[in-house]
């Protein structure tokens, strides 16, 4: 019943409005990063709650998030067309077609996907910026390479200097792919679990020259930092805490740069 509300007055705001020009609502950081990066903000209407970058992204009206979509604001800012993430489950794309909202998908999990989401949607707002794009993701052709086994760790639970268990990003992620084009060996080789993890003894198992810990910075980046120091492997951790560390968006570059820089640094 909801539902059918929304679509008549969808129908009725329609009717009254007749602007041609796009407007967009994103419902991902990763995508709002790239809806600014091709300098389409002017058409964005709608944001989520987790998109903070730029900071001019916070001042777009919020429809909630990419699981829990507010239909209700969304139908009110009269979208021409919704960037969804391509997330499993749910009814998002049901209900946007029952309200007959346009909609495409833009994958973002992999390195690749953020070029060819970028590419997406420069054609289909028409921008022109494919060049951007293209230079864009050449600016890191001579970055230097890395000659090392890594773990890269996104979580954990360090207990009286004991490692316990850590979640890691394994090959199918960007993590993995940045860590595989700068010439690094990810030292968790298994296939079909993008994210596991992995208790002390599977660690244990692994060989690595380096932890890498990433993450985004917050109040807790010292206290993680310092935990890492109480462990036997508080010489071979390296850190990354950085915003742009945890979207995988146009910055994605500014990744790729600092993964050289902190795993070619000298201790």
């Not at 935990?227 to 951790?237: D, F, I, R």
């Amino acid at each position: 019943m909801k539902i059918l509300f929304l679509i008549t007055f969808l129908y009725i705001s329609q009717s009254a409005y007749s602007n041609p020009k796009n407007r967009i609502v994103s419902t991902l950081p990763s995508i709002t990063e790239m809806i600014y990066f091709l300098g389409a903000q002017d058409q964005l209407v709608g944001v989520t709650a987790y998109c903070k970058y730029p900071l001019a992204a916070k001042e777009k009206p919020s429809i909630g998030s990419a699981f829990s979509l507010n239909y209700e604001k969304l139908v009110k800012l009269r979208p021409s067309l919704v960037l969804l993430a391509p997330i499993k489950g749910g009814r998002v794309i049901e209900n946007l077609s029952r309200l007959k909202i346009d909609h495409t998908l833009i994958p973002y999990e992999r390195f690749h996907d953020v070029k060819e989401s970028l590419i997406k949607i420069n054609n289909v707002l028409k921008l022109g910026k494919q060049k951007l794009i293209d230079n864009h993701f050449t600016s890191v052709k001579n970055v230097k390479r890395v000659d090392a086994r890594v773990l890269i760790v996104i979580s954990e639970k360090i207990d009286n200097g004991l490692v316990k268990s850590v979640r890691i990003a394994g090959n199918e992620t960007f993590y993995g792919d940045i860590l595989k084009k700068i010439g690094g060996i990810n030292a968790y080789d298994k296939v079909g679990v993008s994210y596991p993890k992995l208790d002390l003894e599977r660690i244990m198992k692994l060989k690595f020259d380096y932890i890498l810990r990433v993450g985004e910075v917050s109040l807790k980046s010292k206290d993680i930092k310092e935990l890492w120091k109480s462990t036997q492997y508080s010489q071979k951790t390296r850190f990354i805490f950085e915003d742009y560390a945890v979207v995988p968006g146009p910055r994605i570059i500014d990744l790729y740069r600092k993964m050289s820089d902190v795993l070619n640094a000298k201790n």
